[in-house]
């Protein structure tokens, strides 16, 4: 297949494709005859695990991990358990970073009571100066 339809089959540009090739995180694709770049099924299923990690938030070391570690069919789980766990605990900070913004957002909200601009509590709030009286 060439870059473009595996680019679509992945919904990936094909500028991160090149990048991803010559990163070393999917193999150098074969050239064909009229030197276009061939990627083969193996292509997609990397690329297709690429971004499903990356979709879930794994770095790009995490990544690199991870593909080495799936290499080995009979390499045992405990490594990959451990930065699933470690993912989750970064989901789990995030959504508290997030709960807490929600809440002072909420508040900023609040605080505005539909007044005129120049009395608005929201730019009050972002300007940190205190509420006009």
Not at 39 to 61: D, I, N, W
Not at 92 to 98: E, K, T, W, Y
């Amino acid at each position: 297949m060439r870059i473009g339809e595996l680019a679509r089959a992945t919904g990936t540009s094909v500028e991160t494709i090149r990048y991803y090739e010559r990163e070393g995180i999917i193999p150098a694709a074969d050239r064909a005859d009229n030197n276009y770049r061939d990627y083969s099924p193996e292509h997609l299923a990397t690329l297709t695990f690429v971004r499903r990690a990356r979709g879930l938030g794994f770095s790009m070391a995490q990544v690199r991990a991870l593909l080495a570690l799936s290499a080995d069919a009979d390499t045992p789980c405990a490594d990959v358990d451990r930065m699933v766990q470690s993912q989750i605990e970064e989901v789990d900070r995030r959504i508290g970073d997030l709960e807490a913004m929600r809440a002072q957002l909420s508040g900023m909200l609040a605080a505005c009571g539909g007044r005129r601009i120049g009395d608005c509590g929201v730019v009050e709030s972002l300007a940190n100066r205190p509420p006009a009286n």
